[in-house]
């Protein structure tokens, strides 16, 4: 297996997420994500989206999000790292 090492990497740090979700999350999801920002995206016949900004203490907190998602039977459309 090839593990090369990314300098911009990190298991443990701090990064800025931006993940997309099917459905409406209103403005109270944002305590229960860890205070992420939540905007609503509707596009024409199809249903919404809820884009989630926030920044992410370690990729331990990010599963708790995404379980959170995943619990609520909310379709995980896209996880992206923006920036550390």
């Given at each position: 297996m090839n593990h090369s090492k990314d300098e911009?990497?990190?298991?443990?740090?701090?990064?800025?997420?931006?993940?997309k979700v099917e459905g409406v999350l209103s403005q109270d999801w944002s305590e229960r994500l860890r205070g992420m920002q939540i905007e609503l995206k509707h596009r024409k016949g199809k249903k919404?989206?809820?884009?989630?900004?926030?920044?992410?203490?370690?990729?331990?907190?990010?599963?708790?999000?995404?379980?959170?998602?995943?619990?609520?039977?909310?379709?995980?459309?896209?996880?992206?790292?923006l920036h550390d």
């Open positions: 911009n990497f990190g298991f443990s740090k701090p990064a800025i997420y931006q993940i919404p989206i809820s884009v989630l900004t926030g920044k992410i203490p370690d990729q331990g907190s990010l599963g708790g999000i995404l379980k959170t998602l995943y619990e609520f039977h909310l379709p995980i459309i896209q996880v992206r790292k």
